[in-house]
């Protein structure tokens, strides 16, 4: 079930992806960068891809579970995620799933696409075989998703509301508990689908456009909709990400023995002007995930820290992609209290940096003990990289699977348990996880994808 809702997970990126171009089309189309009808322009397209959510992760999730991200997936997710909001509708209009719609027909129709692909039917029905088959099963489904949802969906709503409700009656409780809760399930991969109930479907907010009233669901829509008590669940991750995180780095970076400063400096600023500029915080945090647990519990705790602080000061602010620094400037207009940020950041930087450092003096952490790690790691071209991963993977006969999110190179192989992690660290790996036996991520930054795609090429498929 970890490895299924880790795949889940992963295919969520697809339709995050195309978030930031639509918040920085709504941010020009606010009236203070651009005006009259060149804002209206901007301000359209950015609503068309927010008012499209459900749509959009119906087709994202379908494609990015297909095992060849085929376009029959994509067509089916699609095509379920109309039928169902339709039967909805007919059955009982009140009922607003927002993107969980898409969530749910974006894994059906991924599902079915990689059990139906290669189907036979008879001779006379044979034009409806294989990938054309995909898009009638999930059609089928989507009218029974539709009619359960219709009856039934008022109840999984009512959960979601206490739960939501729950965090939000906390107050800066709350905050601190999502805060946390993010940062421990990274390593699962399951963070996307916590994200996914407190961005993308927590909370209402009704707007006017061309005289036809909508309503934006969750934190992160409703920020760009025009909400002006939207943003309390990312505000608080713009200290730790642009100042709390390098801040760890150079608690570690002091902890390193003089003669590996150099290596280890490069690298260790690399990350950290990754997480500070664009708000991707993987490469830093997997570095002492697995070989330093204590450091990211308390990363997990001061981001917890962070969130609520950010709430008890007011601190309102959002992001289409992260809370780097980017999305900090590009939004800093539509934000409340946006200043605050900063001394809240040299605050958490101050807290980071001692608490990290002290931790490290404690409990003797060394990471880069192993000479592998940084001193013999080393970049390579992408064919090149790809063979000693494919090698160091048992070879092509043992890789069944290869896919990909933002950071994470995601293979499935006959068996993992035989791969040796220090394999990996040599080409470059910020470290590895393995959900199951058959199951092996490696951390590789956001040359991820790329790295895929040079394994596939390789591999001819």
Request: charged share 15%.
């Amino acid at each position: 079930m970890v490895s299924f809702l880790q795949k889940i997970g992963k295919a969520l990126m697809t339709p995050i992806a195309v978030l930031p171009v639509a918040a920085l089309l709504l941010r020009f189309g606010f009236g203070d960068i651009f005006t009259g009808e060149t804002a209206e322009i901007m301000k359209a397209a950015g609503e068309a891809v927010f008012n499209n959510l459900d749509l959009l992760f119906g087709i994202g999730i379908a494609y990015g579970l297909a095992k060849n991200h085929d376009g029959a997936a994509a067509l089916s997710g699609a095509l379920g995620v109309l039928i169902a909001k339709d039967v909805i509708h007919v059955i009982d209009d009140s009922v607003k799933m927002g993107v969980f719609i898409g969530i749910i027909m974006g894994v059906i129709a991924g599902t079915l696409y990689n059990r139906f692909q290669n189907i036979a039917l008879p001779e006379f029905l044979g034009f409806f075989s294989g990938k054309r088959f995909v898009p009638i099963i999930t059609s089928i489904c989507a009218v029974l998703v539709g009619v359960l949802a219709g009856y039934f969906w008022h109840f999984a709503q009512e959960g979601i509301d206490i739960f939501g409700n729950a965090i939000i009656g906390l107050q800066e409780a709350g905050t601190f508990i999502y805060g946390t809760l993010n940062r421990l399930l990274i390593p699962l991969g399951l963070h996307h689908i916590l994200n996914s109930i407190f961005w993308f479907q927590l909370g209402d907010f009704e707007y006017i456009k061309v005289g036809e009233t909508l309503i934006a669901h969750g934190d992160l829509h409703r920020f760009f909709a025009g909400d002006k008590s939207a943003g309390v669940y990312m505000a608080g991750f713009f200290p730790v990400m642009i100042f709390g995180l390098p801040a760890m780095a150079m608690a570690l970076y002091l902890h390193t023995p003089i003669a590996k400063r150099k290596r280890v400096g490069a690298l260790l600023a690399g990350v950290s002007f990754t997480s500070a500029l664009t708000g991707i915080t993987e490469p830093l945090e997997f570095l002492f995930l697995f070989s330093a647990p204590p450091l990211f519990g308390l990363h997990a705790l001061l981001t917890g820290l962070s969130m609520a602080l950010a709430q008890y000061l007011g601190i309102l602010h959002g992001f289409g992609f992260s809370a780097g620094l980017i999305d900090y400037l590009i939004n800093y207009k539509l934000a409340a209290k946006p200043l605050l940020i900063i001394p809240l950041g040299l605050l958490m930087a101050l807290l980071y940096f001692t608490l990290s450092y002290w931790l490290i003096k404690l409990l003797h952490i060394d990471l880069f003990a192993d000479e592998l790690q940084v001193e013999e790691k080393a970049l390579f071209a992408e064919d090149d990289e790809a063979k000693r991963l494919i090698e160091a993977l048992g070879g092509r006969d043992n890789i069944i699977d290869t896919d990909a999110c933002i950071t994470r190179l995601r293979m499935k192989v006959e068996d993992s348990s035989k791969l040796l992690d220090t394999q990996f660290t040599a080409l470059g790996a910020s470290g590895v996880i393995r959900p199951d036996s058959q199951t092996i991520q490696i951390v590789l930054g956001t040359r991820a994808e790329k790295v895929a795609e040079a394994i596939k090429k390789q591999l001819g498929t």
